[in-house]
């Protein structure tokens, strides 16, 4: 069964850090590009970032380019997203999903449950 | 950054069919968007329906059907069910690696 699971979120205060993780099973991680995808409180779905297969090629959406890094271990199946000078819209749930880059084919097949990023001081 | 519009919500009854669209302000919708719809009840993680414009993901119901709709792509639920009251979303690869979500679609069953 393929599953993904997060960790690392939490409360932040602005400014801060943070690096979240996502556990890969079922599936051979190396097999696939992977991405994540963010839900603020209250609002729409936001794709953040996708990460081919071998880590050569990493895409951003343009609100997080320059402070949101993601990259990923495929020996040690796992995903991460690093989060630099946090800001009050980085709070969301952040989901770990598999992304299908094929011929014609662009879509997440499987999602993790997500993990809550809260920025306060 | 490119917007993608949803209707804002849509209600129908039991057994009822429904169609949901996903538009581009400035462009037609095509295949080679590959759009996806995607479900999501409040609370959890959202739950992939369609991929390619028409495919349905394993289990998913065949009452759910995805198409291109003049120049927009369109979900639709046919004998809608109680559980199938969800916020819907579409997504669309915009091509340099750039994928954007719909501003989705809140479904009431009634």
């Known amino acids: 069964e393929v599953q993904l699971v997060e960790s690392g979120g939490g409360l932040v205060q602005p400014g801060g850090s943070l690096r979240l993780s996502c556990a890969a099973s079922?599936?051979?991680?190396?097999?696939?590009?992977m991405g994540w995808v963010r839900q603020a409180p209250g609002r729409g779905l936001q794709w953040v970032a996708n990460?081919?297969?071998?880590?050569?090629?990493?895409y951003y959406v343009d609100s997080v380019k320059g402070r949101l890094t993601i990259s990923r271990d495929n020996a040690k199946n796992s995903l991460y997203l690093q989060i630099n000078s946090l800001r009050a819209e980085d709070a969301a749930v952040y989901y770990c999903?598999?992304?299908?880059?094929?011929?014609?084919?662009?879509?997440?097949?499987?999602w993790g449950q997500g993990t809550l990023v809260t920025v306060s001081s | 950054q490119t917007v993608v519009t949803q209707e804002p919500s849509f209600s129908v009854s039991p057994g009822g069919t429904v169609t949901l669209t996903c538009g581009l302000s400035?462009?037609?919708?095509?295949?080679?968007?590959?759009p996806s719809w995607y479900q999501q009840t409040p609370g959890q993680a959202p739950r992939t329906l369609i991929y390619?414009?028409?495919s349905r993901c394993s289990g998913v119901p065949d009452r759910f059907s995805g198409s291109i709709l003049g120049n927009k792509a369109a979900l639709t639920i046919t004998g809608a069910q109680a559980d199938d009251e969800s916020d819907y979303y579409c997504?669309?690869?915009?091509?340099?690696?750039?994928?954007?979500f719909g501003t989705g679609t809140k479904v009431t069953v009634l």
């Open positions: 997504a669309l690869y915009m091509g340099r690696g750039v994928y954007v």
């Open positions: 990460i081919k297969q071998d880590g050569s090629e990493m």
């Open positions: 390619t414009t028409n």
């Open positions: 079922g599936f051979t991680l190396s097999g696939y590009w």
């Open positions: 400035s462009a037609s919708v095509s295949s080679s968007h590959s």
């Open positions: 999903a598999r992304y299908s880059a094929q011929r014609a084919s662009a879509y997440f097949d499987c």
